[in-house]
T-cell receptor
């Protein structure tokens, strides 16, 4: 029979365009946020992180924006390349002694050459 | 290559059986984390060990157990396997205790198929 899988949100972007992937979190106590990239057949790979005392952090071609008021996180990828095609997860954790990291369901980014 | 190794890469077994998944963390990392990634649940945190001691527990079933040995490698034991246990199991490691403030490096995963 047909298997039922997790229906990931999918974002299709033309090569060279900018990508914006959004994420909502629910834990008001979360004070650390991470974006991971997972390519097919591989484990998640750290991209960029941000602490709750910041609104924005930039890396190489990536920028993370944090809006604590509405518990929203976004990842911006500049000049998207075919190698950026992957599933992107946001994750959050709180530092209150319990370091469990909670992952979102992920967004699949498809880069159209 | 993250430096985290997991064996085996693939595992096919039958319902009711028991399997052991193995993880070697990056050199120098003291924390090991186990995650389950299934089609209908996404990436779920199972358990964390730090320097041989259990430090945090997530959505880990009672049929599952883990341990971290003195050489810091870790094993995840899954028993009385059910069809729904079919998933990718990832191990991650980090330098310190803090799963949040310490970057976690993920292994390539073990794909478990329960028939």
């Amino acid at each position: 029979g047909e298997s039922v899988g997790l229906h990931l949100p999918t974002l299709s972007v033309q090569e060279g365009d900018n990508s914006i992937i959004n994420c909502a979190y629910s834990n008001s106590a979360s004070d650390y946020f991470i974006w991971y990239k997972q390519e097919s057949g591989k484990g998640p790979q750290f991209i960029i992180d941000i602490r709750s005392n910041m609104d924005k952090r930039q890396g190489q071609r990536v920028t993370v924006l944090l809006n604590k008021t509405v518990k929203h996180l976004s990842l911006q990828i500049a000049a998207t390349q075919p190698g950026d095609s992957a599933v992107y997860f946001c994750a959050d954790s709180d530092s209150g002694g319990y370091q469990k990291v909670t992952f979102g369901i992920g967004t699949k980014l498809q880069v159209i050459p | 290559d993250s430096g985290v190794t997991q064996t085996p890469k693939h595992l096919i077994t039958a319902t009711g059986q028991r399997v052991t998944l193995r993880c070697s963390p990056r050199s120098g990392d003291l924390s090991v984390y186990w995650y389950q990634q299934s089609l209908d649940q996404g990436l779920q945190f199972l358990i964390q060990y730090y320097n041989g001691e259990e430090r945090a527990k997530g959505n880990i079933l009672e049929r599952f157990s883990a341990q971290q040995f003195p050489d810091l490698h870790s094993e995840l034991n899954l028993s009385s396997l059910e069809l729904g246990d079919s998933a990718l199991y990832f191990c991650a490691s980090s330098v310190g205790l803090g799963g949040g403030y310490n970057e976690q490096f993920f292994g390539p995963g073990t794909r478990l198929t329960v028939l």
